[in-house]
């Protein structure tokens, strides 16, 4: 069964701390992304990579960056928690082949900074 | 960029009706649409998807219509089930690369 895992489901920070959320895929997938989802919003975009050491600003990606050091593993980081970060975040991946474009989703980490 | 709007943003339905959900989507150059249901506290699974160069997807109890001319695609659920329960995000991409998401429908099937 094809996976993308994310380290944490839950995760409370404090405001000010560096938080880092992995997602890792053994799909060999050449595309990560990560969202946020909130209540009436829907998933919004933050970043993603199609490419090792390649990285693109999605619609929201003020107070975050990434890293995608191999091609399975696309980190989240947010350089100085606020509460207004306080989110579901969902890791993804996909191919670029033919075959079934479909995301494969990670079962989320719900970071909550007080 | 594209911008996808999903339409209704809650939906209830009795058990065995149908529940009909739609998406618009703006930029003609899309041309992969898939469907995500994510139950309470579970990740959003791909339920159906269609391409372009197709009008129409059947999948058991699901299907989705697709008019480019229009721009809109629905999802359509017949013989509701209460495990059909959950919230349905519409998708619109290029090619499979970035995905633009509606904002979802929470759907409730009523027993």
């Known amino acids: 069964d094809v996976k993308v895992t994310q380290s944490s489901r839950y995760l409370v920070k404090r405001t000010g701390e560096k938080v880092f959320l992995e997602c890792v895929q053994d799909m060999d997938h050449e595309n990560m992304f990560w969202y946020r989802q909130d209540p009436g919003l829907g998933l919004r975009l933050i970043y993603f990579s199609y490419d090792v050491k390649m990285k693109e600003k999605g619609d929201i990606p003020e107070g975050y960056s990434v890293s995608r050091e191999k091609k399975e593993r696309f980190s989240l980081i947010l350089e100085s928690a606020s509460t207004n970060q306080t989110s579901m975040y969902l890791c993804a991946s996909s191919s670029s082949g033919q075959g079934g474009y479909g995301y494969t989703f990670g079962s989320g980490t719900r970071l909550t900074v007080v | 960029g594209e911008n996808v709007e999903q339409h209704p943003s809650t939906l209830s339905v009795q058990e065995g009706d149908s529940a009909v959900i739609k998406c618009t989507y703006s930029?003609?150059?899309?041309?992969?649409f898939p469907w995500y249901k994510q139950e309470l506290g579970k990740r959003p699974q791909l339920i159906i998807d269609i391409r372009s160069n197709v009008g129409e997807k059947k999948d058991q109890r699901i299907a989705v219509t697709l008019n480019k001319t229009a721009k809109h695609f629905s999802l359509h659920i017949t013989e509701t089930q209460p495990e059909d329960s959950a919230v349905y995000f519409c998708?619109?991409?290029?090619?499979?690369?970035?995905?633009?998401f509606g904002t979802g429908t929470s759907l409730t099937v009523i027993p």
């Open positions: 998708a619109a991409s290029w090619s499979g690369n970035q995905f633009y």
């Open positions: 930029d003609s150059a899309s041309n992969y």
